[in-house]
DNA sequence: GCTTGACCTCAAGTCGGCTTGAAGTGGCAG
DNA sequence: CTGCCACTTCAAGCCGACTTGAGGTCAAGC
């Protein structure tokens, strides 16, 4: 069983050694030994720190990220939870599409000012047409989307 | 001309006036009057939220924002930086949609440990089939996806 | 004309997510 | 045996994005 030293961890993921002691105490990754004193890691915690990276560009929390995936890699969360997480994954991605759309479109659009132009306008507009939901929607909460 | 109040785009946005305030401060929205000491915005205003408010989503920092979404809403970017940033998006995207597909699986792959499910690594290791760039790749860069 | 309450300013505080710096350790090459 | 150098710990620092608190202002309603 070959053991990844923090070191090539590192080099592999393009995370910093920092990062990965810091991910380490925060219980998202963890060593399975030490050579020395050097952290040495199993070749899962690659296919791992994939998994945070992704969970982190979702907008997740460390420690949402934490919560998601248990021990071995995998989630320990029940179904439904599971279901609205992925739900709430959608919706973003509906509008990252709307603002990758509107960055395109302005990009060719000549008009002079995309504030007047009914395209930019729908564009973002677009993924919005739900009510905007009021109260303390703290932490999770979608904003007006 | 109807303008609304700080209170009114806070209530109907759900951004917080003090954030409000801090968006301005930091040149992302302005206020056109004020009546008394209170904040007036042009309605447009809840349009540029939105725009602000994807992008915040799409991982880009308040500083990225006030530069892609020029003094009228429209962004100022030369096209091809645009359409990097939209390229960036779509990476994004990609990513996003592995992890939901991921979530999505767990919660109902009945594999006891998802490290060893082909499907779950599959899925995880999607969307990253490029090599993993190296060296200073300082705030924008995408980690090994 | 006084109170009220939603706003104002400005400084300081908070939180997440790391990074940095100082001081130490230990395997390995020479 | 001696460096060396990549690692270690721990505390402190930093940045972005806000929030909070103290103290102040002012249009509107009674």
New interface residues.
Partial sequence: MKLLDIGEVA?????KASALRYYEEAGLISSVSRHGLRRQFLP?VL?R???I???K???FSLTEIAA?FGS????DLP?DV??Q??DR??R??R??????D???H???CPAP???ECPS??RL??LS?RHA???EK?RRG?R???
Avoid: C, Y
């Fill in positions: 080099a592999r993921t393009g995370i899962d296919l720190l994939r998994l990276s992704m969970g560009s979702a907008g998601m071995d890699g995998a989630p179904r599971l279901h997480k992925a994954i959608d973003q991605i509008e990252l599409s709307a603002l990758r509107t960055l395109r302005v990009a060719d000012s995309h504030m930019f306008r973002v507009t919005g905007a939901r009021r929607t909460g904003e007006f989307g």
